[in-house]
């Protein structure tokens, strides 16, 4: 028997899973339960056989794993909405809602449930996303289920929770950081005499490029860097003007500067 999945949040994130599970075949349609208050804006999951409703308790009466995508305001209220016909037992639950602590859902419906807490990013609605995965009293069978689940999606990692600030900024401040970095490579290559279209192709893909040769060979960055830097090229000399106008250095102060805004508030 199939898990069924409810996803409590049927907004931005919480349809872009479904649509994404849907595109990977990860479950058949009708084995996700998609909730939303206005629920006519998810006719197009409806279309692919995600059964969609504005009943939450409804939602979650069969399924095995519940997956919170609704706003950090919402949850409390939702949680004990929820709270009377949640089993321990029936019941695993997957919040991936941003700056929520597996302790403050615990609070409000104890400390036997298994809890999950990811975070994708953007990347999630192309099926790109890097989701960091943290958990308590999880078993080696919820494990493997959610990191299939988010797997579809992307790709996953473990962590401590107390990494998860430094994850949001790492994964999903870190979009935005590639973003800026691109367009930079698509100014340069206007200046160069590339047009703003070909140059955001070549930026973008060469990027991508980069990036799958890490993730596939596994290697680090300056090897990779090796390959392309010869004596005396043109390389080297990019990059050594990069660096001289403090490029890494800049870029390590932003990523600590976002943490500390992110640790220490507003």
């Not at 992307?154 to 970095?181: N, P, Q, S």
């Not at 890494?248 to 932003?254: F, M, N, R, V």
Request: hydrophobic share 40%.
């Amino acid at each position: 028997m199939q898990n069924k999945i409810a996803i409590i949040g049927g907004g931005n994130l919480g349809s872009a899973i479904a649509e994404g599970l849907i595109a990977a075949n990860f479950t058949q349609s009708q084995n996700i339960i998609v909730t939303k208050r206005n629920v006519s804006t998810l006719s197009s999951l409806k279309e692919k056989g995600v059964i969609v409703t504005s009943n939450n308790v409804e939602a979650i009466a069969e399924a095995s794993y519940i997956i919170l995508a609704v706003k950090p305001f919402q949850i409390k209220e939702i949680l004990e909405q929820l709270k009377p016909n949640l089993n321990a037992q029936q019941h695993t639950l997957v919040s991936v809602i941003t700056g929520v602590w597996i302790k403050d859902i615990q609070e409000i419906v104890g400390n036997d449930f298994t809890i999950y807490r990811a975070m994708p990013n953007t990347a999630i609605a192309i099926q790109q996303s890097m989701t960091c995965i943290c958990s308590s009293n999880a078993t080696e069978a919820t494990n493997e289920f959610t990191s299939n689940l988010f797997n579809q999606l992307g790709k996953t990692v473990f962590i401590e929770e107390k990494l998860m600030d430094a994850a949001t900024v790492l994964a999903a401040c870190g979009t935005a950081y590639a973003m800026r970095f691109i367009r930079a490579n698509i100014q340069g290559g206007i200046e160069i005499g590339f047009s703003a279209q070909v140059a955001s192709l070549i930026a973008a893909q060469t990027v991508k490029g980069a990036a799958e040769l890490l993730l596939q060979k596994n290697t680090h960055p300056e090897q990779e860097i090796d390959k392309v830097t010869t004596p005396k090229g043109c390389t080297i000399a990019g990059l050594n003007e990069m660096e001289h106008q403090g490029f890494s250095s800049s870029l390590i102060k932003g990523i600590v500067t976002s943490y500390k805004k992110i640790t220490e508030g507003m």
